[in-house]
């Protein structure tokens, strides 16, 4: 019972690295730029559903927040690209990592700056009550993630395998010029996945938030997150749930049969094995590119 109690644990843990490895996903497959404020759009997200939801602030029912929190998050997205990432267009990839890493800082500060920096709770109809089956407790919040999460993986696997849309972020993605030339709005095609980034993102806050307290450094999951896109295969998205998954069941197995502090530092260890006999990730979509 303790070691399903563990993995069961660690699966809904794993379910929101998922979730915030999609979004690093999602920018990979339609910009191959790598957006490391993915884990802070997350807090952000999960902190503007706590400011509408919560009775200290504006006292929104909850299942009018949450949309309206995504939607927040989407036009985030959407409008950081336009104002700021096509002014880098053209501009090595580098340029951009290094402008989502000090994005990064700046929403921390933000968001401790309105809301505080100490831990608070979102009032959410998820985190009443559990479930017992056979011994093994099973919160409500814990089920949503992991229903939220396979769900929202399968749609955006078919949306990009089964739309024109996904068909051109993927095109986009491998040669801006060309899918220019065939007739694709590169740049709103971009700012359109940015958005979509954002909206995953708030889903991923909300259901975190959900699960426990939130403070400004939660955004920091991100690395985590970031080490689950790599282990499943950056530019999968199936990969990034599993790699989430994967992370997340090793924590507390680690914890609870190691030493303190292993469990911090074997999600890097399994990066660093995955890096070495399986570069391309466990779920590698490797690409060839006609220049």
Known sequence: MEVLQLLVSGLANGCVYGLIALGFVLIYKATEAVNFAQGDFMMLGA?????????????LPFWVAAPLAILVMAAL???????????????????????????????????????????QTL???????????????????????????????LFLFQFFQRTKLGLAMQAASQNQMAAYYMGIPVKRVQGLIW?????????????????????????????????????????????????GLIVG???????????AGYSQIAPYVLLLLVLVFRPNGLFSQVRVKKV
């Open 249 to 259: 069941v090793i924590e507390p197995f680690a914890s609870r049969y190691f030493a």
């Open 77 to 119: 997205g959407y409008l950081l690209d336009f104002f700021v990432l096509r002014r880098l267009f053209g501009q090595s990839q580098t340029a951009v990592v290094i402008l989502t890493i000090a994005l990064g800082f700046v929403i921390r500060f933000v968001a401790g700056v309105i809301w505080g920096h100490e831990p």
């Open 123 to 153: 009032e959410s109809p998820l985190s009443i009550g559990d479930i017992n089956i056979g011994g093994v407790v099973l919160g409500m919040a814990d089920v949503a993630v992991i229903v939220v999460t396979v769900l929202l993986t």
């Open 47 to 59: 902190f503007v559903t706590l400011g509408l939801t919560n009775a200290e602030h504006m006292d």
């Open 195 to 243: 958005g979509l980034s954002g909206a995953t993102a708030a889903i991923a806050g909300i259901l975190f938030a959900s699960k426990g307290a939130i403070d400004p450094n939660a955004g920091l999951l991100g690395i985590k997150a970031f080490a689950a896109a790599v282990i499943g295969g950056f530019g999968s998205l199936p990969g990034a749930l599993v790699g």
